[in-house]
């Protein structure tokens, strides 16, 4: 049985320096550190990277985690930035409101966005997509209270045993 989403993980060249931007920029915790040696037969076996190392690092805001690995070796390629139109997984989202204000904060944190957030305060919806530092994308959406729109988190389970 699929229990629901646990956690997204962000491969980086520089762990500190992301983790301290999700701490800052969404109030994220840093609740665990660690990582494995080369030839780690576990971590092998579990992604399919032979001969790696890394630190890992497990950070946490609410119900979501947020995973952070710096490989040492092998060494990654850089692949962030790439269009929203390519195959693959392309952003996370999160919910918020007044997101004017949040566009501008964030901005302050460093994480750059393609524009403003599009549209008028009251709309129904408005959404928006930014860069973190490494140039992973991240949306922001506002629904208005009164919205109807499907994918409002008022009609998701957790939101509605939270409330």
């Keep these: 049985m699929i229990l629901g989403v646990?956690?997204?993980?962000?491969?980086?060249?520089?762990?500190?320096?992301?983790?301290?931007?999700?701490?800052?920029?969404?109030?994220?915790?840093?609740?665990k550190t660690g990582g494995w040696e080369r030839d780690s037969v576990r971590h092998e076996l579990v992604t399919g990277v032979k001969g790696s190392a890394a630190l890992s690092w497990m950070l946490q805001r609410d119900n979501l985690f947020l995973e952070l690995f710096e490989y040492s070796e092998p060494r990654g390629i850089?692949?962030?930035?790439?269009?929203?139109?390519?195959p693959g997984y392309t952003h996370f989202c999160f919910a918020?409101?007044?997101?004017?204000?949040?566009?501008?904060?964030?901005?302050?944190?460093?994480?750059?966005?393609?524009?403003?957030?599009?549209?008028?305060?009251?709309?129904?919806v408005r959404a928006i997509y930014g860069r973190d530092p490494d140039g992973n994308s991240i949306e922001l959406i506002e629904f208005r209270p009164d919205s109807e729109h499907v994918y409002h988190s008022k009609h998701l389970p957790l939101a509605a045993q939270a409330g």
């Design 6 to 31: 646990h956690h997204v993980a962000i491969a980086t060249f520089d762990i500190k320096r992301l983790a301290d931007f999700y701490c800052q920029a969404f109030d994220f915790r840093l609740i």
């Design 78 to 86: 850089k692949l962030a930035d790439a269009r929203l139109c390519d």
């Design 96 to 124: 918020v409101t007044e997101i004017d204000s949040e566009y501008q904060r964030l901005q302050s944190c460093g994480m750059r966005f393609h524009g403003p957030p599009p549209g008028q305060p009251g709309d129904p």
